[in-house]
């Protein structure tokens, strides 16, 4: 059985960080990023990371402030946030992707999602 259990969120003052984490069990994946959604908006991508060489994407609202990455040991990709806005705060949800080619900034190429962890930036 495949789980997600994202980890790390929180409150936080504008240009704080957090370290967000999800641990994958039940197998492995290409492709793992992370999605979030604010109140009243729709979910959207925020980063992902493709193969063991680990070829990143970020969304331009987030590029050079937060960093993807994966511990294959492991099966944990984490999400560093630096910088934060209030505008970040949202539930941050991990995703997985069995596939190997998928656009991997579209919420339908992934197969599994976590819980989803808040994170909440105040002003």
């Known amino acids: 059985q495949v789980q997600l259990v994202e980890s790390g969120g929180g409150l936080v003052q504008a240009a704080g960080s957090l370290r967000l984490s999800c641990a994958a069990s039940g197998r492995t994946f290409y492709a793992m990023g992370w999605f979030r959604q604010a109140p009243g908006k729709e979910r959207e991508f925020v980063a992902a990371i493709r193969g063991s060489g680990g070829i990143t994407y970020y969304a331009d609202s987030v590029k050079g402030r937060f960093t993807i990455s994966r511990d294959n040991a492991k099966n944990t990709v984490y999400l560093q946030m630096n910088s934060l806005k209030p505008e970040d705060t949202a539930v941050y949800y991990c995703?997985?992707?069995?596939?190997?080619?998928?656009?991997?900034?579209?919420?339908?190429?992934?197969?599994?999602w976590g819980q989803g962890t808040r994170v909440t930036v105040s002003s």
């Open positions: 995703a997985a992707d069995r596939a190997l080619n998928s656009d991997v900034r579209v919420r339908q190429s992934y197969d599994y």
